[in-house]
């Protein structure tokens, strides 16, 4: 008798398990389109402000490599501590890797975000476009 409710055991046990993997496997998509949507907006907005931020530090620094005056230094200060929300979008960026996205995911953020920037592609390339 024991060998045959050890073996029910075994059978339910491993049912259990396998609609417990099924499950898990239909909800990890569900999962990483919700939080996508819940967290698109201040993602987007981190995105925006880094971007712009880098774009300001390299025409500082260019700048400055062209004709070095205290202005022009005082500016790549100002660019340099503007840096720091790049720090932010970075850490907001690893909270939504361990929350479970990919980074297929994130990169498909980040293109959503400069969309919404943009109304055409001149729009686009402007934002990514480095002026100095």
């Not at 046990?13 to 698109?40: D, E, I, K, N, Y």
């Not at 907006?41 to 390299?58: I, K, S």
Request: charged share 25%; proline share 2%; with cysteine.
């Amino acid at each position: 008798m024991p060998s045959r409710l050890s073996g029910s055991r075994l059978l339910s046990h491993s049912a259990a398990f396998l609609v417990g993997a099924l499950v898990a496997w239909v909800a990890m998509p569900l999962w990483r389109q919700a939080v996508m949507t819940w967290s698109q907006d201040e993602y987007g907005q981190l995105v925006e402000q880094c971007d712009t931020a880098m774009r300001d530090h390299f025409q500082a620094k260019q700048v400055v490599a062209r004709d070095s005056d205290d202005r022009a230094e005082r500016e790549l200060g100002e660019a340099e501590i503007g840096l720091i929300v790049c720090q932010d979008y970075d850490l907001y960026q690893k909270r939504l890797l361990q929350w479970g996205l990919r980074e297929d995911e994130l990169a498909q953020m980040r293109l959503k975000a400069t969309e919404a920037r943009a109304s055409d592609l001149d729009d686009v390339i402007a934002i990514h476009e480095i002026n100095f």
